[in-house]
């Protein structure tokens, strides 16, 4: 039975949302920031506070990340229901201690009709969703380049 939400060429999502953490987390032990896989920490909007999994982070330097490798759909449509969880972690990053730095890490993915990417579809679009303090990255598909977009 073909399972029409996998990404074409790849054993299942689990593994290309696991291999694309390891090459962001690779790209930062590159920049001498060591990070540390499904990393916790308390967050929330008021004085009650509950344990959160990121990707990755750590204590020091205070450091929290997300990944999300998403593409456009194969008819270069929006993926919706993608979208909806890179706002699901900028809520996250809203609520997550103020004194740690914020990386969204996504995969660089281009709209074949105009060559607009993911995230640059999503900043133009989402821009007030995106707390101030929350850097987003791209990374290249086939190298282990990175830009900082915001």
Not at 50 to 68: Q, R, S, T
Not at 93 to 103: G, I, V
Request: with cysteine; proline share 5%.
């Amino acid at each position: 039975m073909d399972n029409n939400f996998q990404r074409l060429g790849s054993r299942s999502n689990a593994h290309v949302g696991n291999e694309f953490e390891h090459t962001v987390r690779s790209f930062f032990v590159d920049q001498d920031l060591d990070l540390t896989p499904r990393f916790k920490i308390d967050i929330g909007v008021g004085a009650h506070k509950k344990p959160h999994e990121f990707d990755l982070g750590a204590k020091l330097p205070k450091v929290l990340v997300e990944c999300k490798s998403h593409t456009w759909t194969k008819g270069a449509n929006v993926p919706s229901a993608k979208i909806t969880t890179w706002d699901q972690a900028m809520y996250y990053f809203s609520m997550s201690p103020r004194n740690f730095r914020k990386m969204f890490c996504v995969l660089r993915d281009e709209r074949l009709t105009t060559g607009e990417t993911l995230a640059a579809y999503y900043i133009r679009l989402r821009y007030h969703l995106i707390p101030d303090a929350v850097e987003i990255w791209e990374f290249s598909p086939c190298s282990s380049n990175a830009k900082r977009l915001i």
